[in-house]
């Protein structure tokens, strides 16, 4: 394994600088997919049939809660990455476990939120307009559960092995992973939410 | 749910396929048993990561699903042979149909594309393996295991039943109440994501892993066909991924996506599928157009006639293929300016195809021409595709289309575009490099005798079907009465299809009579060829080259061979690390096979079994650390000798 000295150690080897160039790639594919979602969101926004329409359901407190922490995960694992160029493993590994935390407080909302609307009888099945949200919604909050997994196992593997070209790599790469999630959420909250209560 | 539900039945055909599965499988079973070639088969060939292994892989599924398409071509062909005929019913031909399409384009086209590209690309760049050696298994297995889900499908539970484009309504819950649609969306999805993993790493394969002085002017052409063609299957894949995903939540959890209440929008599904599906049509073109390029330049001993602009115009086919999709379905009602806008786009398609004819053509011209069999092929490919190209501006004129829509004339069309097109050109291709990775050709009589045959007989078999789209027969009609007048052609065309099947029969009776009396051949490079996969040995060993090649021209080996100034390699050698085997990929597989299995019976439990398993074998992958193994350079030299068949 050649390590190149003049790089951050997650872009050390020929390996990892692919891995990441891939990992990037990844995120295009993701945005394609995200947009279609957005795609059939928009174009079925208008369709709730007798069920309740976007203004009826959607209530700000919850949104906002969720917003504030997913934005704030987003800050702490950018410091956690920084912590680990300056081979801090002690303070990255905290960070990345709030981002972590967090994550979760983020999911928990959401199911929450999920619960109450399908308590008021809006459902999956109730009209298209609603299909299309909770897909939507659905697909981002799976794409937070999976990377709280992800996550976990990274964490997992720097606190055995410390920051090596793999691992520091890992960790960057989730990094990047973790961002996009904070992106597509602004895209939610923006377009979704706050467009939807207007 | 009973055994009877669960199980095909009351069908013969289905009876005998039932009975032919487990005879193939225990036939597999003992054969590895009585050889002892079990653990052969897992070191050398489940567990793999090398790229030419996992090509040859793809290749062989292929070819297995080419067969199976096949036979469904022929039931198809038999059943309309003849005025009111009773070999299939209405719902067997309709699944025959459905499964037909699913399995020539997505099982067999791509795969055989992949193959191809997994054996050729990092050979033709120079690199050891592709980027990523790993998810490179994993792209496979979960390719075979979506094949092999909807190939289960013919007798557990039943096929997929609403053509291949699974059009909405007709594909619901409510009309097609079977779990048929089922495995159509989950087996595609399986994989569906496979695919796009390849696309990426072939994508960063070829950006990051080019040997030195190899600059992107300077790739052959199927290579750069393969870097575009993994640039539309990363933006056009996902698309597919949602379409399949809201069609499994429509018909799994009842929601209203595509339905006709409740603000469903049942042409939803058929822009999504479209958006996808047109591009996905370039997915399997472009490659067959970079295989054509490298064969003919090869066999014409010219350099390629407008390099530059066959790059721009697969580049701007690119483009295009992804803002033409509503010319599938001009009849549907979305209005004259929607229309006219995607029927000129269509049409602008022809352009740089037309580009791409004439600098073919042109590279023939005054050329050294050698007419063998991969060649054969690839002119015979340049009329044919012609008419299809041609009969596709007649079907994109929209208000053309009109007449044109949903007949026989489409079905002309597109088979005159993919058979020519896609199927050729893989054939060209396995026979232009079969030598490289087995060390032997193909028998060229036989070769020549099969192209013969497959193309007279491709001929007779589609042309007809022209006429009878013009004369008014519908596509996807399983019977018609004789005073429609249809008989004579449909006979005709079955007669055709015969032919072609002989043809393909005789394709693979060479590959066993190759197997057996080729004479084995040792330079390496058995077509006087141009691009760097002839630099080495055939076949190739494991680490490709023992000398990362150093390009300084475009047909760098070529111009190694004529000019003693260009070389390629300088014959200093340095030990070479490659990956190590893994099992995981292919349990990977296995697991989302069965997570697939469980969810089209909507069984949840064991579904959620499976799908802990995906994540558990995800997450003992993470911790893998794979140091790979290290040739020594003495151990490079002893090979290198052997395969230059000195003694060592």
């Given at each position: 394994m050649k390590l190149d000295a003049s790089l951050p150690l997650e872009y050390s080897t020929e390996e990892n600088s692919n891995r990441i160039l891939g990992f990037w790639i990844f995120l295009g594919a993701e945005i394609a997919l995200f947009s279609t979602l957005f795609t059939v969101y928009f174009v079925l926004v208008n369709r709730y049939a007798s069920g309740p329409s976007s203004k009826e359901l959607f209530a700000l407190a919850p949104v906002l809660t969720e917003t504030f922490v997913l934005l704030t995960s987003s800050f702490t694992i950018g410091l956690a990455i920084n912590a680990m160029r300056h081979n801090f493993k002690k303070p990255a590994m905290v960070f990345m476990a709030i981002t972590l935390v967090l994550g979760l407080v983020f999911l928990s909302v959401e199911i929450n939120e999920f619960v109450t609307y399908v308590h008021d009888?809006?459902?999956?099945?109730?009209?298209a307009f609603l299909s299309s949200l909770f897909v939507l919604l659905g697909t981002h909050g799976a794409h937070v559960t999976f990377g709280f997994l992800w996550g976990s196992m990274i964490l997992i593997q720097v606190a055995r092995e410390g920051f090596t070209p793999a691992t520091a790599n890992k960790s960057f790469i989730f990094s990047l992973y973790w961002h996009f999630l904070d992106v597509v959420w602004i895209f939610i909250f923006s377009f979704v939410y706050l467009k939807g209560m207007m | 749910m009973k055994w009877d539900e669960f199980f095909v039945t009351g069908e013969p055909m289905i009876y005998a396929a039932m009975v032919a599965i487990a005879l193939t499988s225990i036939g597999i079973v003992a054969g590895l048993t009585y050889f002892k070639k079990w653990g052969y088969l897992w070191r050398e060939w489940l567990t793999t990561v090398d790229h030419k292994r996992i090509g040859v892989m793809y290749i062989i599924s292929a070819l297995l699903m080419l067969f199976r398409g096949g036979v469904d071509a022929l039931m198809m062909r038999a059943q309309t042979a003849?005025?009111?005929?009773?070999?299939?019913d209405a719902q067997h031909y309709n699944e025959v149909f459905t499964t037909h399409g699913l399995i020539m384009i997505l099982f067999m086209a791509m795969p055989f594309i992949f193959g191809l590209m997994n054996v050729v690309v990092p050979l033709q760049i120079g690199?050891?393996?592709?980027?990523?050696p790993r998810l490179n298994a994993i792209s496979f297995w979960m390719f075979f295991f979506g094949a092999m889900l909807l190939n289960l499908s013919f007798v557990i539970g039943g096929s997929p039943d609403a053509?291949?484009?699974?059009?909405?309504p007709l594909a619901s819950k409510e009309f097609s109440p079977s779990v048929g649609n089922n495995y159509y969306a989950i087996a595609l999805q399986i994989s569906g994501i496979g695919t796009l993993m390849t696309g990426i790493n072939f994508l960063v394969t070829i950006l990051r892993m080019r040997?030195?002085?190899?600059?992107l002017m300077r790739m052959p052409m199927f290579t750069w066909s393969t870097l575009i063609t993994s640039v539309i299957i990363t933006f056009a894949f996902p698309v597919l991924t949602i379409a399949l995903l809201l069609m499994t939540f429509d018909r799994l959890?009842?929601?209203?996506?595509?339905?006709?209440?409740?603000?469903?929008?049942?042409?939803l599904w058929a822009n999504l599928f479209w958006i996808w599906g047109h591009p996905e049509v370039y997915i399997v073109i472009l490659p067959a157009f970079g295989i054509y390029s490298d064969i003919i330049s090869t066999f014409s001993k010219k350099?390629?006639?407008?390099y530059k602009s066959m790059v721009v115009s697969m580049l701007a086919i690119s483009l295009l293929s992804f803002v033409v999709w509503a010319h599938h379905f001009?009849?549907?009602?979305?209005?004259v300016m929607v229309n006219g806008f995607f029927s000129i786009a269509t049409m602008a398609i022809a352009v740089p195809t037309g580009v791409k004819i004439f600098n073919w053509l042109f590279t023939l011209r005054k050329g050294r021409i050698s007419f063998t069999t991969p060649m054969l092929y690839a002119m015979a490919f340049i009329p044919i595709f012609t008419i299809g190209g041609l009969t596709g501006v007649m079907l994109a004129m929209a208000s053309a289309d009109y007449h044109y829509h949903n007949t026989m004339f489409l079905v002309a069309h597109f088979h005159y575009v993919l058979i020519p097109g896609a199927v050729f050109a893989v054939i060209a291709g396995f026979h232009y490099w079969f030598p490289k990775v087995f060390g032997f050709r193909l028998n060229e009589k036989l070769g020549k005798l099969a192209f013969w045959l497959i193309v007279v007989c491709f001929n007779i078999t589609f042309f007809p079907l022209f006429l009878l789209g013009l004369k008014g027969?519908?596509?996807?009609?399983?019977t018609y009465s004789?005073?429609?007048?249809?008989?004579p052609l449909n006979f005709v065309s079955f007669l055709g299809a015969l032919g072609l099947a002989a043809g393909f029969v005789v394709l693979v009776y060479n590959i066993y009579w190759s197997i057996r009396y080729s004479p084995r051949e040792t330079t390496g490079d058995p077509w006087d060829?141009?691009?760097?996969?002839?630099?080495?040995?055939?076949?190739?060993?494991?680490?490709?080259?023992a000398e990362i090649p150093n390009v300084k021209t475009r047909d760098a080996f070529w111009f190694s061979k004529i000019d003693k100034?260009?070389?390629?390699?300088?014959?200093k050698l340095e030990p070479i690390h490659l990956p190590s085997n893994t099992g995981k990929p292919f349990v990977l597989g296995l697991a989302f096979f069965f997570l697939g299995f469980f969810l089209v019976f909507s069984l949840w439990t064991p579904a959620i079994i499976a799908g802990l398993a995906v994540l558990a074998i995800m997450a003992a992958m993470s911790f893998d650390r794979d140091h790979g193994i290290i040739i020594p350079v003495e151990e490079i030299r002893a090979t290198e000798k052997k395969l230059r068949g000195e003694s060592i």
């Amino acid at each position: 394994m050649k390590l190149d000295a003049s790089l951050p150690l997650e872009y050390s080897t020929e390996e990892n600088s692919n891995r990441i160039l891939g990992f990037w790639i990844f995120l295009g594919a993701e945005i394609a997919l995200f947009s279609t979602l957005f795609t059939v969101y928009f174009v079925l926004v208008n369709r709730y049939a007798s069920g309740p329409s976007s203004k009826e359901l959607f209530a700000l407190a919850p949104v906002l809660t969720e917003t504030f922490v997913l934005l704030t995960s987003s800050f702490t694992i950018g410091l956690a990455i920084n912590a680990m160029r300056h081979n801090f493993k002690k303070p990255a590994m905290v960070f990345m476990a709030i981002t972590l935390v967090l994550g979760l407080v983020f999911l928990s909302v959401e199911i929450n939120e999920f619960v109450t609307y399908v308590h008021d009888g809006a459902t999956l099945s109730t009209s298209a307009f609603l299909s299309s949200l909770f897909v939507l919604l659905g697909t981002h909050g799976a794409h937070v559960t999976f990377g709280f997994l992800w996550g976990s196992m990274i964490l997992i593997q720097v606190a055995r092995e410390g920051f090596t070209p793999a691992t520091a790599n890992k960790s960057f790469i989730f990094s990047l992973y973790w961002h996009f999630l904070d992106v597509v959420w602004i895209f939610i909250f923006s377009f979704v939410y706050l467009k939807g209560m207007m | 749910m009973k055994w009877d539900e669960f199980f095909v039945t009351g069908e013969p055909m289905i009876y005998a396929a039932m009975v032919a599965i487990a005879l193939t499988s225990i036939g597999i079973v003992a054969g590895l048993t009585y050889f002892k070639k079990w653990g052969y088969l897992w070191r050398e060939w489940l567990t793999t990561v090398d790229h030419k292994r996992i090509g040859v892989m793809y290749i062989i599924s292929a070819l297995l699903m080419l067969f199976r398409g096949g036979v469904d071509a022929l039931m198809m062909r038999a059943q309309t042979a003849a005025p009111d005929m009773k070999f299939l019913d209405a719902q067997h031909y309709n699944e025959v149909f459905t499964t037909h399409g699913l399995i020539m384009i997505l099982f067999m086209a791509m795969p055989f594309i992949f193959g191809l590209m997994n054996v050729v690309v990092p050979l033709q760049i120079g690199a050891r393996d592709v980027a990523f050696p790993r998810l490179n298994a994993i792209s496979f297995w979960m390719f075979f295991f979506g094949a092999m889900l909807l190939n289960l499908s013919f007798v557990i539970g039943g096929s997929p039943d609403a053509g291949w484009s699974a059009y909405f309504p007709l594909a619901s819950k409510e009309f097609s109440p079977s779990v048929g649609n089922n495995y159509y969306a989950i087996a595609l999805q399986i994989s569906g994501i496979g695919t796009l993993m390849t696309g990426i790493n072939f994508l960063v394969t070829i950006l990051r892993m080019r040997a030195p002085g190899l600059e992107l002017m300077r790739m052959p052409m199927f290579t750069w066909s393969t870097l575009i063609t993994s640039v539309i299957i990363t933006f056009a894949f996902p698309v597919l991924t949602i379409a399949l995903l809201l069609m499994t939540f429509d018909r799994l959890f009842d929601s209203q996506f595509f339905t006709m209440a409740n603000g469903g929008m049942d042409m939803l599904w058929a822009n999504l599928f479209w958006i996808w599906g047109h591009p996905e049509v370039y997915i399997v073109i472009l490659p067959a157009f970079g295989i054509y390029s490298d064969i003919i330049s090869t066999f014409s001993k010219k350099n390629l006639y407008g390099y530059k602009s066959m790059v721009v115009s697969m580049l701007a086919i690119s483009l295009l293929s992804f803002v033409v999709w509503a010319h599938h379905f001009y009849t549907m009602g979305q209005g004259v300016m929607v229309n006219g806008f995607f029927s000129i786009a269509t049409m602008a398609i022809a352009v740089p195809t037309g580009v791409k004819i004439f600098n073919w053509l042109f590279t023939l011209r005054k050329g050294r021409i050698s007419f063998t069999t991969p060649m054969l092929y690839a002119m015979a490919f340049i009329p044919i595709f012609t008419i299809g190209g041609l009969t596709g501006v007649m079907l994109a004129m929209a208000s053309a289309d009109y007449h044109y829509h949903n007949t026989m004339f489409l079905v002309a069309h597109f088979h005159y575009v993919l058979i020519p097109g896609a199927v050729f050109a893989v054939i060209a291709g396995f026979h232009y490099w079969f030598p490289k990775v087995f060390g032997f050709r193909l028998n060229e009589k036989l070769g020549k005798l099969a192209f013969w045959l497959i193309v007279v007989c491709f001929n007779i078999t589609f042309f007809p079907l022209f006429l009878l789209g013009l004369k008014g027969m519908t596509r996807r009609m399983y019977t018609y009465s004789a005073e429609t007048g249809f008989g004579p052609l449909n006979f005709v065309s079955f007669l055709g299809a015969l032919g072609l099947a002989a043809g393909f029969v005789v394709l693979v009776y060479n590959i066993y009579w190759s197997i057996r009396y080729s004479p084995r051949e040792t330079t390496g490079d058995p077509w006087d060829a141009r691009t760097l996969e002839w630099a080495t040995h055939s076949p190739i060993p494991p680490y490709n080259f023992a000398e990362i090649p150093n390009v300084k021209t475009r047909d760098a080996f070529w111009f190694s061979k004529i000019d003693k100034n260009l070389p390629i390699f300088s014959g200093k050698l340095e030990p070479i690390h490659l990956p190590s085997n893994t099992g995981k990929p292919f349990v990977l597989g296995l697991a989302f096979f069965f997570l697939g299995f469980f969810l089209v019976f909507s069984l949840w439990t064991p579904a959620i079994i499976a799908g802990l398993a995906v994540l558990a074998i995800m997450a003992a992958m993470s911790f893998d650390r794979d140091h790979g193994i290290i040739i020594p350079v003495e151990e490079i030299r002893a090979t290198e000798k052997k395969l230059r068949g000195e003694s060592i």
